[in-house]
């Protein structure tokens, strides 16, 4: 039975070493199983032997599966456990391979200088055996010794993968091999001591190494079965992912390149190509991608990437593209670069989006802000247009005037050419006038792009209380300016800065005018120059600003007035703030309401 | 009074067109006087200087309708030729009902307003010769006694001097003495001329007290 058992895990071992041929601990495994079922049939048929000679010949042969056994065992657990110092599995296989020198060299065989007899032994189960009788081979010591050193090998072997923090899976075959090989030594000596009747039965100690070696084994083999399943799955799954991957690629339609920076060649899948305006088959170098842009993004982009190469980070940025057929399209690009040992730059990848109709969403909205703000602008001069009239009526009644009395003049007998040169000289200051408010109204009414430049505050303010001077006369309210002098300038536009202004001083007035007792109120404006900004307050001497609304007064359609829209302050602060500045209000302690706002100054220097 | 010249006083704060009204009037041979202001003008204002007011409405400060009603209040009369850049109609007929001689809107032709400014002169002629009038005859009133303000009273209400004697507890005599005397005081011929004058003078029948 023992034997088939040897066998069969022989035979399974050796199944598994065909199929996968790189895992000779199966190889070791399975010769130690067939030596173990030799050793065993042979140990079997000794105690069954007819006569002495035939008894030597048993165990003298016997040493050689046991060498076997020995050797592969030994070279299970270096290989196998990789533990196990290598001196001492050389001394171990040396000492086996001398006693089997000894054992085919002296005597019989290792045990016996001479078997003389046979005794008949009757074992458990009423069986009779024979066990051999005769004189000792004083060699035979060796072999115990030899078993010692393999008990050696293993236990430093078991302590070194213990220190590892092997498995108990694994300890447990070093345990059963050394308590079996103890128990094997014992049991020898005792029967070579004649202190013990017992045929010898070495084979069965290795039974249980043997069985605890495959277990193992087959435990990994098991495990390395389901390690396959799921590595199956998980390539299935990187497979799905793959697709999924691609399949976003194309839908999100992603140019995704690679660019050899040593050999200077980008590669680049279709949907790349296809965005780039670049053929199939046409090799593209940096100089090439270079041409397919825009003529004024050539230099920017050029001046990125090479900032990158020597180390200024990933390159990531917005840039046109012109096609072939002369479209022109915006992308974006956000890419990685890998470098070498020595930071030269290998590789850059990365991904390219087509982004022209968000970039033509964002324009328009652009152009829907600007033309809210012209809108609100237009409405405010609306406000004013009584005043604004009035302003150019001046003129023109002036103008009339001063034209009538000069053909009167012209007309009496005694020509007054003194006069009627004074009055031309009137007639030109009020046509200069005249235009001067039309000039001023006319840029406030522009729509044109935002154009910044250097400018002086303190002339924004006077331009528009010019403005607003006669509406405010009107209501009885006096406008004072307060203005520093040698103020840094600003960086901004003219016309917004003055709608701001405008709308500022506007609210105030109703502020002021909505309070109803004060006969004689007035704005004041004042500029001062604020660390490293100059600061514009516009007070009104209104009812001031209620808590709960301050917190509202800048969101777009919250108002106050009847017929306010709302959008006034909300604006002037999306204005303020595409200035780098800051609009904010607050309450004064006397009374009424400032406004005040910030720009960054221009020059440090004073001017 | 009545013999100086006839002014135009122009108010307005827009210095350029102060000063080319004036010179055009000057050259249509007008005697000027100019205002910046509504203040400035009511500080000089002289109720017996004979003229007329070319006035703005819109002004910083007191504007030219709130300048109306300040003379008004003054029991001035000089007549008032608004001139204005955006005048409204509600505006200029509380302007005229107030008495204004015109609403002319800037910038002002010529002949409009040399035609206001005489219409304004002329007014200002009537109103100025109606009150000196109007000061000869409640200087020939003073004159009166009292009782012979009282018969006249009695007289141009309609009654006999009878009646009159009988209300006064006197003789009929002495009635037609009082008549007598105040007929040649008043300097007046008959009884319809004695009635226009007491209606001029807003005499009331039936009182003791009369008054201007």
């Known amino acids: 039975m023992l034997v088939a058992v040897s066998l069969t895990l022989a035979l399974q071992h050796l199944f598994i070493w065909l199929i996968q041929a790189r895992q000779w601990a199966h190889l070791a495994l399975s010769l130690t199983a067939l030596a173990v079922a030799i050793m065993i049939g042979m140990e079997y048929s000794g105690m069954r032997a007819a006569n002495v000679n035939q008894l030597a010949t048993i165990l003298r042969w016997v040493h050689l599966p046991f060498f076997v056994t020995f050797v592969a065992m030994i070279y299970f657990v270096r290989h196998y ?20 020198v000894i054992n085919f060299t002296t005597g019989q065989n290792l045990f016996f200088k001479e078997i003389t007899h046979l005794k008949p032994l009757v074992v458990f189960g009423g069986e009779t055996v024979v066990i051999a009788q005769g004189v000792l081979n004083p060699w035979y010591v060796i072999g115990p010794i030899s078993i010692l050193a393999l008990v050696v090998f293993v236990l430093d072997a078991s302590l070194m993968l213990w220190r590892k923090g092997g498995g108990a899976g694994r300890l447990f075959v070093f345990n059963s091999i050394t308590f079996f090989m103890l128990a094997a030594v014992v049991h020898l000596g005792l029967v070579n001591a004649g202190l013990l009747n017992s045929p010898y039965l070495v084979s069965l100690s290795f039974m249980p190494a043997l069985i605890a070696m495959s277990y193992t084994l087959s435990y990994d083999v098991m495990r390395s079965v389901k390690l396959a399943d799921q590595l199956q799955a998980s390539e299935t799954e990187l497979r799905k992912n793959e697709q999924r991957m691609a399949l976003a690629i194309s839908a999100a339609e992603l140019g995704v390149w690679e660019w050899d920076v040593v050999h200077d060649e980008i590669w680049s899948n279709d949907k ?17 991608f270079l041409g397919t842009l825009h003529k004024d993004d050539r230099a920017l982009l050029k001046c990125r990437v090479d900032q990158s190469l020597a180390g200024g980070g990933d390159y990531e940025g917005e840039y046109r593209v012109v096609l072939p057929d002369g479209q022109i399209r915006w992308f974006t690009t956000h890419s990685h670069l890998e470098f070498d040992s020595h930071h030269c730059p290998l590789r850059m990848y990365g991904v390219s989006i087509d982004i022209t109709q968000r970039k033509q969403a964002a324009q328009a909205l652009i152009k829907q802000g600007n033309k809210q703000t012209h809108l609100a602008r237009a409405t405010l001069l609306g406000e004013l247009s009584m005043a604004l009239a009035h302003e150019l009526n001046q003129p023109l009644a002036a103008i009339l005037s001063n034209a009538q009395a000069a053909q009167r003049f012209l007309l009496r007998k005694e020509s007054q050419l003194c006069e009627v040169q004074e009055i031309l000289e009137d007639i030109i200051a009020d046509n200069k006038r005249a235009s001067e408010v039309i000039l001023r109204l006319r840029l406030l009414l522009r729509n044109d792009e935002v154009q910044y430049q250097r400018l002086d505050i303190n002339e924004v303010v ?102 306010g829209l709302g959008l006034g302050l909300s604006i002037c602060r999306t204005l303020i703030k595409s200035h780098n500045g800051q609009l904010w209000a607050e309450n004064n302690p006397d009374g009424g309401a400032n406004f005040y706002f910030t720009l960054p100054a221009y020059f440090c220097e004073r001017r | 009074m009545n013999d100086s010249i006839a002014t135009v006083f122009i108010v307005d704060d827009d210095p350029s067109v102060v000063k080319a009204l004036a010179r055009l009037l000057r050259s249509a041979g007008f005697n000027t006087a100019t205002f910046a202001s509504a203040e400035a003008f009511l500080a000089l204002y002289d109720k017996d200087a004979p003229g007329c007011l070319v006035l703005d409405v819109a ?132 009884l319809p001329e004695l009635v226009k004058l007491a209606e001029q003078l807003g005499v009331v029948a039936g009182t003791n007290n009369l008054f201007i």
């Open chain 1, 81 to 100: 456990f990789g533990v196990g110092r290598l001196w001492l599995a050389w001394t171990a296989c040396g000492l086996r391979l001398f006693v089997l």
């Open chain 2, 59 to 190: 002004m910083p400060g007191m504007n030219g309708l709130e300048l109306q009603q300040a003379l008004i209040a003054l029991g001035s009369e000089l007549p008032i030729i608004f001139l204005t850049g955006n005048g409204d109609i509600p505006m200029s007929v509380r302007a005229i009902k107030q008495g204004a001689v015109d609403f002319l809107t800037k910038p002002v032709h010529d002949i409009d307003l040399i035609a206001a400014i005489h219409e304004g002169f002329k007014r200002d002629e009537i109103t100025r010769q109606a009150r000196i009038t109007l000061n000869g005859l409640q200087q020939r009133l003073a004159l009166l006694t009292p009782r012979e303000l009282e018969v006249m009273g009695h007289v141009v209400s309609g009654k006999k001097n009878k009646q009159i004697a009988d209300i006064l507890g006197t003789a009929e005599k002495t009635i037609k003495i009082h008549r007598a005397h105040l007929l040649m005081k008043l300097q007046v011929k008959s």
């Open chain 1, 272 to 288: 790349g190509r296809a965005l780039f305006g670049i053929p199939g088959r046409e090799r593209i170098s940096f100089s090439r």
């Open chain 1, 462 to 563: 006077a331009d528009v209380v010019k403005l607003v001077r006669f509406d405010l006369e009107g209501r009885h309210i006096s406008i004072t300016t307060t203005l520093a002098e040698q103020l840094p300038t600003v960086l901004g536009d003219q016309v917004l800065l003055q709608q701001v202004l405008l709308n500022l001083i506007l609210n105030g007035s109703d502020a002021a005018a909505s309070v109803s007792h004060v006969d004689q109120t007035s704005i004041s404006i004042r500029t001062c120059c604020d660390g490293n900004v100059v600061k514009v307050c516009v007070g009104d001497q209104g009812p001031g600003i209620t808590t709960k609304d301050m917190a509202h007064i800048f969101e777009p359609f919250f108002t106050t007035k009847p017929h």
